[in-house]
């Protein structure tokens, strides 16, 4: 994965804007949509990192695994990936029920960046894949409602900072892998609560689900309600190969009905998954047939892969929207995942009723609906609380620290002292004596913390830059924006350092619609930084993330001979790198050098960081030349 980026933060997710709604669009939903819709949007990424220090050079490498098994069923589960399940293998027909991408690619979808494809992920925090994506949790073996073993994945989820854990287990003699899974609030206050299961399945499918309508959601950002699987275009949108461009089918399933979702392939056998009631939506997920959607899937895995679709499930009807949870309440439900066979003549035909009951009732005799409500009320009463028994892998020690400042009992997710280390201690400290204690000489500062107790303690400690530049940054995350700049004033004064401050400040600046002084602000810091940098890797990462955004300030103020300047003091192996190649590109352009920029386009480079639905390659491409983009830059994902 390589380093986290070691700048804090300080904006809204990059990718927002691929999930907005208009205001129009908005006005015309139901009312508890809209209100999900609008309930709680991030105002950063605070207080995890964004991780961006992955690359694009492949070689083999060894991961931890988790196998769960039993006489039908073959589990594999990477525990320091988010828990994702890898593989689900199905004995009897030596089948394999989801796509799994055989390399690990990150690819910048996740909130915070690092993200691969494949499998079944478990994303709760806010819209789109969890932070968690590419960072270990916590896995121990538990005993499971029938008295064999269970894995337990958990985990303290930072952007809403809630507990949660995915409880894995296999039946003796099931073809079902059961997934309990609860999401808990300790505190007072009501929390934000997201969740979406994720699971990519093979493209070459019909993907079933009991509605007749869906709402579409897609790259040119609108959200209405269409029929399905046959929409106004005459398309059969039930086949992902038959959408030419990126979309989201959230269907529409009425009340009472059972909630299941499949993909089938075209022999009618393949993946169901189904659940209690309380995880109401299911979704579809297509790249579309079209260059971008194409050129996207090949980066994410290797020449001749074959694509794939995912289909998910999710609290709300859409994954636009958040619900409410309760301060001292909990979400809990049960997932199941297994094979189902089909008569492909029903199942696949043009009768979209027939298809649905078909699948239904094959679902029902492999496995009643009574059969998954019995197994959650069973593994919620013996279960659900057990402390687990063998730990496997540790976590983050982020929710010991939290447990440490609260004492919140949590029973059967145990955050013990032991995970705390080195980025815990210096809150630690904080929370032990009342002082924060500043970072070594000549180190950058630690990561920060925002949660409403941190910020009060740190307004009741003694005021120095570092406990200024961290106050900031928490008063920044509520919202409280100009007690935030204030306070990085304050510490401005008698900082020895003064980068990390005036980036915080450049940042505002930016944020505020002053694009010329925070230009200026972002080369003062990066001027600070250079003059006595941070010694070896972790200060050679430090220039390049804040060259980087120093540059593209200034080119964004117009100040191209001061980029140019400062774009020279960047370190010469990080310029190496395709995101900064592509910077260059952009500079050479400012610069009135169109040859030489689209020499940096013709050598080639990759921006392995490039985000979810950016277009930015194409734009810069069409002020060089009117031919079409090259397909190597080809990631655009709504029409044109």
Excluded at 5 to 28: E, F, K, M, S, Y
Excluded at 330 to 346: I, K, R
Excluded at 413 to 421: D, I, R, Y
Aim: negative net charge.
């Amino acid at each position: 994965m390589g380093p986290d980026n070691p700048l804090p933060a300080l904006r809204a997710p990059a990718g927002a804007g691929a999930h907005a709604v208009d205001a129009g669009t908005l006005a015309l939903l139901p009312r508890d949509m809209a209100r999900g819709i609008g309930r709680a949007p991030l105002r950063t990424l605070l207080p995890t990192p964004v991780r961006d220090g992955y690359g694009r050079d492949r070689a083999p490498l060894d991961l931890d695994t988790i196998v769960i098994e039993n006489d039908r069923l073959r589990v594999t589960v990477l525990p320091g990936l988010g828990g994702r399940v890898h593989s689900l293998h199905h004995k009897p027909t030596g089948r394999e029920l989801l796509y799994r991408n055989p390399v690990l690619q990150p690819a910048a979808f996740a909130l915070n960046g690092a993200w691969f494809s494949g499998g079944i992920e478990w994303n709760t925090g806010a819209t789109g894949h969890t932070t968690l994506s590419c960072s270990p949790l916590h896995a121990a073996t538990v005993r499971a409602p029938d008295g064999g073993p269970m894995l337990r994945l958990w985990e303290w989820e930072r952007l809403r900072d809630l507990p949660f854990q995915v409880d894995l287990w296999l039946p003796e003699g099931s073809d079902f892998l059961y997934a309990g899974v609860r999401v808990r609030n300790p505190h007072e206050h009501t929390a934000p609560v997201y969740w979406w299961s994720n699971t990519a399945v093979p493209e070459e499918c019909r993907v079933l689900a009991p509605a007749d309508a869906a709402w579409r959601h897609g790259y040119e950002r609108g959200l209405r309600r269409v029929p399905v699987p046959v929409a106004e275009d005459g398309v059969d949108r039930s086949r992902p190969r038959h959408s030419r461009h990126a979309a989201d089918w959230f269907y529409d399933l009425p009340d009472g009905r059972r909630r299941w979702i499949a993909a089938l392939d075209p022999d009618g056998t393949g993946l169901v998954q189904t659940s209690t009631d309380v995880l109401r939506g299911r979704k579809l997920f297509v790249w579309g047939t079209g260059p971008g959607g194409r050129r996207w899937q090949e980066w994410l895995t290797e020449p001749g892969t074959p694509g794939y679709a995912e289909i998910q499930a999710g609290l709300a009807r859409t994954q636009l929207e958040h619900l409410e949870l309760p301060g001292g309440g909990e979400f809990s439900w049960l997932e199941a995942y297994g094979p189902l066979a089909a008569d492909p003549a029903t199942a696949l035909g043009d009768d979209w009723a027939a298809a649905r009951t078909a699948v239904a009732e094959r679902l029902a005799e492999a496995l009643p609906r009574a059969t998954v409500d019995a197994a959650y009320t069973a593994w919620r009463e013996a279960s659900a609380d057990a402390e687990p028994e063998e730990v496997l892998a540790s976590g983050s020690g982020w929710g010991a620290l939290e447990v440490l400042r609260e004492a919140y009992e949590l029973p059967g997710t145990p955050f013990p002292e032991s995970t705390l280390g080195a980025e815990q201690a210096p809150w630690r400290e904080l929370l032990r004596t009342g002082v924060l204690p500043p970072p070594a000489p000549g180190a950058a500062p630690f990561v920060p913390l925002v949660a409403p107790p941190w910020r009060d303690m740190l307004e009741t400690a003694p005021a120095d830059p570092s406990t200024e530049y961290h106050l900031g940054i928490a008063q920044w995350h509520a919202g409280d924006r100009a007690q935030a700049v204030r306070s990085w004033e304050r510490g401005l004064k008698e900082a020895v350092a003064h980068w990390p401050l005036l980036r915080c400040l450049a940042v505002a600046d930016a944020e505020d619609g002053h694009p010329g002084r925070a230009a200026e602000r972002f080369a003062e810091a990066f001027g600070d930084l250079t003059a006595v940098p941070v010694d070896g890797a972790a200060g050679e990462r430090l220039a390049a993330a804040l060259g980087r955004e120093a540059v593209e300030a200034l080119l964004t103020a117009g100040r191209t001979d001061r980029a140019r300047e400062l774009w020279t003091r960047i370190p010469e192996r990080s310029r190496r790198v395709g995101s900064l190649r592509f910077l260059e590109a952009r500079l050479l352009l400012a610069e009135g050098r169109k040859e030489e920029a689209r020499a940096v386009f013709d050598a080639g480079f990759e921006v392995a960081d490039l985000r979810e639905g950016a277009e930015i390659l194409g734009e810069v491409w069409s002020r060089l030349t009117e031919e079409p983009l090259p397909y190597a830059y080809e990631f655009r994902m709504r029409p044109s």
